[in-house]
């Protein structure tokens, strides 16, 4: 399939985002990408999960050396339809802020794009994404394809992470587990990851808003491919579409 991402056409559902070299727009509501010069975690919390997210899990590798690490994160596991999308991303200046950004499930719609537009148009962010289609979930399931969209997201960086912080509990076997860290419900805990989780998610969503088009009797457009209530109807009524996953539940069963 040729998704429509924004400005990007994209002739398959593999793609990558790259830093752009332009200055940030800030968005109404949402505070802009800041560089300060103070230290993030003293800001922002202790990055353990009890606030916002911060840097303080990238302090604690650059301290150790590791001068570029990077957060990725993924959104569509739960989904009955479209691709998985992982994204990669590397905050390059240590004093870099983002007021507003979270795990991305706990922002509105409008809160990740207005952090979204700023993340990638940010000169002190890189950052790269890749998506796995319906077709391959089925064949080789959803958690192996999670993980190879997280590796091949890192892949297409711009720059080449020392480390890498995955959210989760696992890491992608291609990837060095003495330079990688799982980290549970890390986007809520550290903040290149949730800027991973805020470009995976936005591209995702956005992906499924053009599959909407395409079949509008689902409703992408408004439940993402969840299964919700309106979603099992039009699958029970219209069957599913080509972008279905077909090793998911009900549509296993049909």
Not at 14 to 20: C, D, S, W
Not at 38 to 54: C, E, N
Not at 171 to 189: C, S
Request: overall charge positive.
């Amino acid at each position: 399939a040729s998704w429509q991402v924004g400005k990007k056409a994209l002739g398959s559902v593999a793609g990558a985002g790259t830093a752009r070299k332009v200055k940030a727009k800030p968005k109404p509501n949402v505070g802009a990408g800041k560089v300060r010069k103070v230290a993030t975690s003293a800001k922002r919390g202790s990055g353990g999960g009890t606030g916002m997210p911060t840097r303080q899990l990238e302090e604690q590798k650059w301290a150790k050396g590791y001068k570029l690490v990077a957060g990725v994160d993924e959104a569509g596991r739960g989904p009955l339809v479209g691709p998985v999308v992982a994204a990669a991303c590397v905050l390059t200046d240590p004093h870099f802020e983002l007021d507003g950004i979270n795990d991305s499930k706990k922002m509105t719609e409008e809160q990740r794009e207005h952090c979204y537009e700023i993340l990638v148009n940010s000169q002190a962010v890189a950052y790269a994404w890749h998506a796995i289609d319906a077709k391959e979930i089925d064949e080789i399931n959803i958690l192996q394809a999670t993980l190879k969209a997280m590796d091949m997201a890192v892949m297409k960086l711009p720059v080449k992470p020392d480390f890498v912080l995955v959210d989760g509990n696992r890491i992608p076997k291609a990837m060095d587990p003495a330079t990688t860290e799982a980290i549970v419900k890390g986007d809520g805990k550290s903040l290149c990851i949730a800027a991973a989780s805020v470009i995976a998610k936005v591209e995702r969503d956005r992906m499924m808003v053009q599959l909407d088009k395409a079949f509008p009797q689902y409703g992408f457009a408004q439940h993402k491919g969840y299964g919700v209530p309106q979603h099992l109807a039009a699958i029970k009524k219209h069957g599913p579409c080509p972008h279905h996953r077909r090793t998911f539940a009900p549509i296993k069963f049909m």
